[in-house]
């Protein structure tokens, strides 16, 4: 339903940019709609509607679980090794020394008398000995060494590392709550004031109407007041040459005859600068050749007048009321939110990390990873009485939102009050008209009848003519007014229903 509100407005507003310059017919509800497809101020405020939406969405994700994924690479120019350079040399050259005292350990054994004479009776003990001198261990003990001291060096030059992290609030001492509702009577709130500036377009649409109904029934009728005085100044020439009338009566003729002319232009003027006036409001261009369906008629259309209603009726209808009352309940979950800060809070974190080097299998040039779970608990104790001052400013600020719509809902009593007062004005203003045109239409009658018969003096027709179109340009002001204070009204009250989005 919300949808088909505001394509038909801007439906209404794309034929009306298509006919620019043509001649259009449009209704006052039609001029509303127009008015409120166009105005910036309510496209703003349609963009704030639909931002606080936004802000909601998000204030409601801070409920679910908040996953990440992170990974990192890194060149290092050099490795690590875990022993000292002195101990790595010894590894590598370690076969290299065992041979060197092998060799030195046999030419001493050797070189002892008394097993030279074990060697002279066993002759097999010394190819044994002679073989083992042949023996070349250097090598593959050398090889040995190097091997050990390269399993004592970190390979770090390509360096992977990633990560899976996973945190749920548990509690949050309401805060997450808080915010939920804050966000959801943020939107509440501009809906409201995007009713009230909706509210005021329709006011100024209603007030451009009905003046361009008003000029161009006073155009009419400073029209037909200039035929009248045209009419009578022929009938005047006519009995000045019969010598009924004389070259005076003429003169006072013409002279209102052309302050009727001119009354005439500015009332066209006046026309055509109010039209261009409700173009620019129902975002129409100002030359179109605009046509109001009110706008010949005779007399303006008295608007129906419902019963009265009750003041919280009233309070609960309009948009300012509800935007206070939203800001107040604001301000009370502000309070929460502030009071918050003083609890605990309590989140489940999960992690899966990988490495390569893999950290748990000796350093391999492997992928290797593991998950580890905890909860986390924060206990706010003191930091200066802030949170406490927080929560006091918080109040504070409750307190002053609660005066402010106290204030406007004295206000608003006044304004209906106001309105309902000028409503009876009008009304009996508006039935006194009717009465003074009845007499006004039957005076002139009287007074052209006799101003005919040569009975009545020309200053005589003149005036009456002159009281003929006071009265009928009275009328046509009160029944305006009439019209104006009835919209005001119905506004006040929160009867008038636009829509919305």
Not at 28 to 35: E, I, M, Y
Not at 296 to 309: S, T
Not at 439 to 451: D, I
Not at 455 to 476: C, D, F, G, R, Y
């Amino acid at each position: 339903m919300d949808t088909i509100r505001t394509i038909i407005p801007a439906v209404l507003l794309l034929a009306a940019a298509m006919t620019a310059g043509a001649q259009q017919t449009m209704t006052l509800q039609q001029c509303r709609d127009s008015a409120i497809a166009s105005n910036n101020d309510l496209k703003i405020a349609r963009q704030e509607v639909e931002i606080a939406g936004y802000d909601r969405k998000i204030a409601r994700a801070n409920y679910f679980p908040d996953i990440s994924a992170s990974a990192a690479y890194m060149y290092n120019s050099r490795n690590l090794d875990l022993l000292p350079e002195s101990t790595s040399e010894a590894l590598s050259g370690l076969g290299s020394t065992i041979q060197g005292s092998l060799e030195s350990g046999l030419g001493e054994l050797l070189s002892n008398p008394a097993l030279g004479q074990i060697i002279q009776e066993n002759p097999q003990l010394l190819q044994l000995l002679g073989s083992l001198s042949s023996i070349d261990i250097s090598g593959p003990v050398n090889q040995i060494g190097a091997e050990i001291d390269k399993a004592f060096e970190l390979d770090i030059e390509n360096m992977f590392a990633g990560a899976v992290s996973l945190q749920q609030p548990v509690f949050m001492g309401g805060k997450i709550v808080a915010a939920n509702k804050i966000a959801a009577l943020a939107e509440e709130l501009a809906r409201s004031r995007y009713d009230t500036r909706q509210k005021e377009v329709v006011t100024e649409v209603d007030k451009a109407y009905w003046q361009i109904v008003s000029i161009a029934g006073k155009k009419r009728l400073a029209q037909d007041y200039a035929d009248l005085l045209h009419s009578m100044l022929r009938d005047t020439e006519i009995m000045v040459a019969e010598g009924v009338a004389t070259q005076a009566d003429i003169l006072s003729v013409k002279v209102k005859a052309n302050e009727a002319d001119l009354l005439l232009t500015k009332a066209t003027n006046g026309l055509a600068l109010s039209k261009m006036l409700l173009c620019k409001l129902c975002g129409l261009s100002l030359d179109t050749d605009l046509r109001l369906a009110d706008e010949q008629l005779d007399n303006v259309p008295v608007p129906q007048i419902g019963p009265a209603p009750g003041e919280e009726e009233i309070f609960n209808a309009r948009p300012e009321i509800r935007s206070l009352e939203l800001a107040c309940r604001i301000y009370d979950r502000k309070v929460a939110m502030a009071r918050a800060d003083m609890m605990p809070k309590i989140a489940l974190t999960a992690n899966w990390l990988v490495t390569n080097p893999n950290l748990y299998r000796g350093y391999q040039n492997k992928f290797g990873g593991m998950f580890n779970v905890g909860v986390a608990v924060n206990i706010p104790i003191i930091h200066g009485c802030e949170t406490m001052q927080k929560v006091r400013k918080a109040k504070a600020e409750a307190v002053l939102t609660g005066y402010r719509l106290q204030d406007a809902r004295e206000m608003v009593s006044l304004q209906v009050a106001q309105l309902r007062k000028r409503e009876s004005e009008a009304l009996e203003r508006f039935s006194m008209t009717e009465s003074n045109l009845d007499s006004a239409e039957e005076n002139l009658r009287t007074a052209t009848e006799g101003y005919s018969e040569g009975v009545i003096p020309a200053n005589t027709l003149l005036a009456a003519q002159t009281a003929w179109m006071k009265a009928h340009s009275e009328h046509i002001d009160a029944g305006v007014e009439l019209q104006i204070v009835a919209g005001e009204l119905s506004a006040a009250e929160g009867r008038q229903d636009y829509g919305g989005i």
